[in-house]
């Protein structure tokens, strides 16, 4: 066994002997930059805000939704104006 050089530890620290007390370091106090009233504030601009959208995005769809069942109701009366020698609903009106 020449030239084999032969360690009887398996690891490089002793884990039989005292544990070595590590200080945990201190946290991290990290100082408000809002106060309660400003984020109440903000929590209730954005919930106006989004309530508006939502509003405004409900009242598009609700025009489209007209729009389409005008449109169907006048394709769906068409034929019959057709056959009283009118060319479109434009001509009632």
Known sequence: M???FVL???YAEDFDGPAAVLAEPEPE???PSFTLAEL???RAAGHAAGR???RE???AEEARAR???AGAIAASLSPSYA???RDSLADVA
């Open 57 to 59: 995005c409900d009242a």
């Open 29 to 31: 106090v990290i100082e």
């Open 52 to 54: 508006a959208a939502e």
């Open 40 to 42: 109440q504030a903000a």
């Open 83 to 85: 056959r009283h020698g």
């Open 2 to 4: 020449s030239g084999l």
């Open 67 to 69: 729009a389409r069942a």
């Open 8 to 10: 009887d530890v398996l």
